[in-house]
């Protein structure tokens, strides 16, 4: 295993066991909505709040609860790490980088620059079982992003 992939695999062990923004936060924004995903191959689940600033332009927060493997967990624990402050579009294009960096098995080299933490998830896409894992939480967060901002 190379140190970049020990990095990696560190960055996921720690946010599954030191969860950031685990707990579902009040409503703080009109612009708040939140969602549900399932994955019935592997029973993980997960709810996701997002809000947004009074304007509907910028994530102010993003929290969830779930239930799930370490690399689903990390991953929600990860997102509520980057989403704040984002505006709308840098939380879509961000969701989009990640989602074809983990549908691409490995062909596509993570930018760090602009997925932070969330790179770390580069080699789950080696492992398609494991991909949707990894897509929860931000499938959900998504959905519920697209919803605050009506």
């Not at 080696?126 to 605050?148: I, P, S, T």
Request: aromatic letters at 6%; charged letters at 25%.
């Amino acid at each position: 295993m190379s140190d970049l992939d020990q990095l990696y695999q560190q960055v996921i062990l720690d946010h599954s066991r030191r969860r950031t923004g685990e707990g579902l936060e009040s409503a703080g924004s009109r612009h708040t909505a939140e969602n549900h995903q399932y994955n019935p191959t592997c029973g993980d689940e997960i709810n996701v709040r997002v809000s947004l600033d009074e304007a509907g332009d910028r994530v102010e927060s993003l929290t969830w609860e779930g239930d799930g493997c370490s690399i689903s967990m990390a991953s929600a624990s990860v997102l509520s790490e980057m989403a704040p402050g984002m505006s709308m579009g840098e939380f879509a294009t961000t969701v989009d980088q990640f989602r074809e960096m983990l549908r691409s098995r490995g062909q596509i080299e993570p930018d760090e620059e602009s997925l932070g933490d969330a790179a770390a998830f580069a080699g789950v896409s080696k492992f398609v079982a494991r991909v949707k894992c990894a897509m929860l939480a931000w499938v959900a967060a998504e959905e519920a992003a697209k919803e605050a901002a009506l």
